[in-house]
Nanobody, 129 residues
Framework: QVQLVESGGGLVQAGGSLRLSCAASGHTFSSSAMGWFRQAPGKERDIVAA????????IYADSVKGRFTISRDNAKNTVYLLMNSLKSEDTAVYYC??????????????????????WGQGTQVTVSS
């Protein structure tokens, strides 16, 4: 059974930083594209960033480019999201997601929720202004 467990969320002041982690188990992590999404109250769940199976390709939402960095450690089955210069509008529940692990990558596809087969439970990030 695939499990994705997020951690690292919390309360931070505007301008601060957080690093989210997502530990994966139960599937071939090193063959999987991984993504981070976020959902604010009353809004859709939107892409934040994604990374291909090898770490060689990444995509970012325009709203976080230059502030957030996605990375992965295949030896630890973990994907990270480093968030710098946080703003109040970054407040949301952040979700980790994974595809089925077929070493597939097409950048445009991984902006969409339909690219992902597994989801974590989410971790709350609150940025106070």
């Amino acid at each position: 059974q695939v499990q994705l467990v997020e951690s690292g969320g919390g309360l931070v002041q505007a301008g601060g930083s957080l690093r989210l982690s997502c530990a994966a188990s139960g599937h071939t992590f090193s063959s999987s594209a991984m993504g981070w999404f976020r959902q604010a109250p009353g809004k859709e769940r939107d892409i934040v960033a994604a990374i291909n199976w090898s770490g060689g390709y990444t995509i970012y939402a325009d709203s976080v480019k230059g502030r957030f960095t996605i990375s992965r450690d295949n030896a630890k089955n973990t994907v990270y999201l480093l968030m710098n210069s946080l703003k109040s509008e970054d407040t949301a529940v952040y979700y980790c997601a994974a595809d089925r692990g077929q070493k597939y990558w097409r950048s445009s596809y991984y902006y969409t929720k339909s690219a992902y087969d597994y989801w974590g439970q989410g971790t709350q990030v609150t940025v106070s202004s």
